[in-house]
């Protein structure tokens, strides 16, 4: 059984920085790409970052790039989003997902085969 559990949110005030990790169990990381989404109250779900399988090609979206990076260890089966100059906008249910297969489609949820329950994140003063 695919299981992908998130955790590292918190509350932070704005400037300052988180960092998620993806722990994925059931299959193997080295065949799955991995994207980040998160989910504001009252809003869409939107993409944010997503990796390819290996770790070679990454995606941001335009409101985190310079500020998030995503990275991976596919030996202890895990992938990380470093969030660094958070702002109140920031703030929301972090999810991490994957998709059997090497290449991300952007940040675009489509295919997405797994999803963990989330993780919160609160940028506040």
């Known amino acids: 059984q695919v299981q992908l559990v998130e955790s590292g949110g918190g509350l932070v005030q704005p400037g300052g920085s988180l960092r998620l990790s993806c722990a994925v169990s059931?299959?193997?990381?080295?065949?799955?790409?991995i994207g980040w989404f998160r989910q504001a109250p009252g809003k869409e779900r939107e993409g944010v970052s997503c990796?390819?399988?290996?770790?070679?090609?990454?995606h941001y979206a335009e409101s985190v790039k310079g500020r998030f990076t995503i990275s991976r260890d596919n030996a202890e089966n895990a992938v990380y989003l470093q969030m660094n100059n958070l702002k109140p906008d920031d703030t929301a249910v972090y999810y991490c997902?994957?998709?059997?297969?090497?290449?991300?489609?952007?940040?675009?949820?489509?295919?997405?085969?797994?999803w963990g329950k989330g993780t919160l994140v609160t940028v506040s003063s």
């Open positions: 997902a994957a998709n059997f297969g090497a290449w991300c489609r952007g940040v675009s949820s489509d295919g997405m085969d797994y």
């Open positions: 059931g299959v193997s990381l080295d065949y799955y790409v």
């Open positions: 990796i390819s399988s290996v770790g070679d090609r990454s």
